[in-house]
């Protein structure tokens, strides 16, 4: 079983990194995307900085959205569900493994410059090291959410705009706890409480979304 | 271990119709049954319930004797269709490691599949280089990198030219004397011994809702 699921997070990150294709083009949207805010808001130090945690966390939650329609649907074209539902992984699993995946080769990379991309918006240099950890719990969570919008609407067309309506909504409390938690950070509040409940949002996704995409998956397969 | 399908009171739906209704077989080791019948009648919506893909409608699908669930037929068997199940941006060789390593084969039987099934100076293409016989030769090799007693063949031959129809003729023949058994879909009559299957269209159209 552990070979096969180490077979398939191998095969699906290969697959994300080949021509380029997920993990630059959602790092270049978020460079992108944060590149226009001091564009849009003009360029005074202390708004930016002030808005900065919270513009982050929307523009990493936009970004995590990128490239969620190709998560299940490039296989469920390309008929590899067949093969995985005959291997020895349960859809579940497979489900799990694809996010992770997913999560490794996108979220990852955007948690990576979340530090960088706040800092040069002008949040404490000091906050980085929370604010990765943070962008990390956060964007796993958006990965797994994201897989479930994914497996539900795997299938119909127009599927990426149906995703992001599907999804945002349950992306409304990491950016809440996150943006939050940098906020608390920034002002000496306690950080505890927002960090905590970001995790728990994270486990919640974890623990649940499997058994989701699993039906949904299984529903869309039949 | 003797390995037998027993369907029992199969019905099957596609969306909300009636395919298949009150559909009694067995399947023993050494045997293959070959699916018959017009385009549309259900051959591939019955070979995907074998491989458990789809609940059944009415009825159980069984393993032996044992009251076994769907999935445990899933795992033993090796389901071919019309999707080549294969990542068109991917190379031949990556993908068969993956499937090799994924449906738990070993390199060396990797290597006898490759050699058997000719598949060495495509090693290094695309997928999507590949011509529609090419890549069923490639699907074709997954039956012999990994051992399992059931083969659900959606077509088989249908893309092959006579020389691979031959050969594939001949890996099923050496799987159903080693003891396996074979359900597979066809409109050519197979060159071996088999035991027809025809599906008739009675309840087309019947639309059955729950």
Redesign the interface.
Known sequence: MI??A???L??DL??AF??GGGPVLAAGFYITLMAMVPLSLGPDAQTLSRIAPGLTWLCLALASLLSLERLFE??Y????????????LALEAVALLKCLAQWLGTGLILSLMTPVVMIILGAPVDAAGLSLIAALIGSLSFALIGGVGASLTLGSRKGGVLIALLVLPFYVPPVIFGAGLMDAYVTGAPIAQALGLLGAYGLFALALSPIAMGAALRSA?? | MPFAIRVEGLSLKKGYKLLISDLNFEVGPGECVALTGANGVGKTTLLRAL?????PHAGSIRIGDDNSDDSIV??N???L??????????RVD?ELS??C????GTAGSLAEAVGKLRLNSLLDLEVRMLSAGQKRRLSLA?LLMVERPVWLLDEPMSPLDTEHRALLAGMMQAHLSDGGLIVCAVHDPLPFETRELRLTRAEVGEVVYG
């Not at chain 2, 491989?51 to 609940?55: L, N, Y």
């Open positions: 070979p096969a180490l077979a398939l191998k095969r290969s697959l080949a021509r490039r296989d074209e390309d008929g590899v569900f067949d093969l995985l539902r005959t291997g020895p397969l039949n | 491989a458990g893909f789809a609940p899933a795992s068997s090796h389901y269709g019309h999707a080549e199940s294969l990542s068109p941006s991917r990556q993956f499937q390593e994924y449906l738990g997954r």
